[in-house]
């Protein structure tokens, strides 16, 4: 007699500060994942209750159960706490507790990172001129809360073409001025600050010490903006600090992104992510971003050939948890 073998449910989740997303990875899908339910983490007192609640909503809790989390802070111990939730829990003890086959736990950026090569042409907008290379290494940053950054590199496991993500804290490298307005930022920073990293200027709250540094140098008394403001003032030309301190932004993370791609060779493309770029494609695309990311002296024709692009996926969490699933 035959017994059907049933093969796990892929359970996987993006876990930020405010929502929590679950889903199953599907390979036969074609956004990779099904069953997506939203929950406010507030609304509950660990991780566990949540997954729990999703379990028994599916009516999973006789399967077998493979999960990949990506969770944006460290996963390195088995003890994660959360930096913007008062959750903090045992991996072990977890998946012990809700009875997972396997549970793997993904920083939020290794998982953005696995996502990439699934985007198709309508989930990101390429940005310049440039070609992918097939195999080549690609490279992720997203100024968002902060400056996110990973790297995927091609592996082959049994003559099979897999990714393995690069990750690490790329957006703590020291800043470099590459022109006088860099250099009004950076000595405004330096007066303030103990070090200036590229996070000090590409983030949020980077937006707003771009914004700050102008002013204290052509309007002193200016109020400050939050970088919300900053950029709405700049793209509907109501103030033109404004708008130089986000044409400014653009410009650096062009140079960063330019190291990115030299740095390690992302002939397979350079990608930026984050909650800030997303919000204006089409101003970025009319921006210094390009220009400053390809001007890399003598080794210019690398950048010229590597391509940007902006992803525009809503859900890149969970088709990168997914993605880190279905290729195990």
């Known amino acids: 007699m035959n017994v059907a073998v049933t093969s796990p449910?892929?359970?996987?989740?993006?876990?930020?500060?405010?929502?929590?997303?679950?889903?199953?990875?599907?390979?036969?899908?074609?956004?990779?994942?099904?069953?997506?339910?939203?929950?406010?983490?507030?609304?509950?007192?660990?991780?566990a209750d949540v997954l729990a609640l999703y379990i028994e909503k599916k009516q999973l809790n006789n399967a077998t159960i493979?999960?990949?989390?990506?969770?944006?802070?460290?996963?390195?111990?088995?003890?994660?706490?959360m930096t913007n939730l008062p959750w903090q829990f045992s991996q072990k003890e977890l998946k012990a507790k809700l009875k997972?086959?396997?549970?793997?736990?993904?920083?939020?950026?290794?998982?953005?990172?696995?996502?990439?090569?699934?985007?198709?042409?309508?989930?990101?907008?390429?940005?310049?001129?440039?070609?992918?290379?097939?195999?080549k290494s690609i490279s992720v940053?997203?100024?968002?809360?902060?400056l996110g950054v990973a790297n995927l590199v091609p592996v082959f496991v049994s003559g099979k073409q897999q990714w393995h993500c690069v990750s690490g804290e790329g957006g703590h490298?020291?800043?470099?001025?590459?022109?006088?307005?860099?250099?009004?930022i950076l000595q405004f920073l330096r007066d303030i600050k103990q070090r200036v990293s590229y996070e000090q200027l590409l983030s949020g709250y980077g937006l707003e010490q771009i914004y700050q540094a102008l002013c204290a140098?052509?309007?002193?008394?200016?109020?400050?903006?939050?970088?919300?403001?900053?950029?709405?003032?700049?793209?509907?030309?109501?103030?033109?600090?404004?708008?130089?301190?986000?044409?400014?932004?653009?410009?650096?993370?062009?140079?960063?992104?330019?190291?990115?791609?030299?740095?390690?060779?992302?002939?397979?493309?350079?990608?930026?992510?984050?909650?800030?770029?997303?919000?204006?494609?089409?101003?970025?695309?009319?921006s210094g971003f390009r220009a400053r990311f390809e001007t890399k002296g003598r080794l210019s024709h690398i950048t010229v050939k590597t391509p940007t692009y902006v992803i525009t996926e809503q859900q890149p969490g969970l088709l990168g948890a997914a993605a880190y699933l279905l290729q195990q």
């Open 9 to 47: 449910i892929k359970l996987i989740a993006d876990i930020g500060g405010t929502n929590i997303r679950l889903a199953q990875a599907d390979a036969q899908s074609e956004q990779k994942f099904t069953d997506i339910e939203t929950y406010q983490c507030a609304q509950f007192d660990s991780l």
């Open 66 to 81: 493979d999960a990949c989390l990506a969770i944006a802070c460290p996963v390195d111990n088995d003890i994660i706490a």
């Open 100 to 135: 997972l086959n396997s549970l793997t736990f993904i920083n939020d950026y290794t998982a953005i990172a696995m996502a990439i090569p699934l985007l198709s042409d309508e989930q990101k907008v390429k940005i310049g001129g440039g070609e992918v290379v097939a195999g």
């Open 141 to 146: 940053c997203g100024p968002g809360t902060g």
């Open 173 to 184: 490298v020291d800043f470099a001025a590459v022109d006088d307005v860099d250099i009004q």
């Open 217 to 286: 140098t052509e309007q002193p008394d200016t109020k400050l903006l939050s970088a919300k403001d900053i950029s709405t003032n700049a793209l509907d030309g109501s103030c033109p600090i404004c708008a130089q301190a986000l044409a400014q932004f653009c410009k650096v993370l062009g140079s960063f992104a330019g190291n990115l791609a030299l740095t390690m060779n992302s002939q397979g493309g350079v990608y930026i992510a984050g909650g800030i770029v997303p919000r204006f494609v089409e101003y970025f695309k009319n």
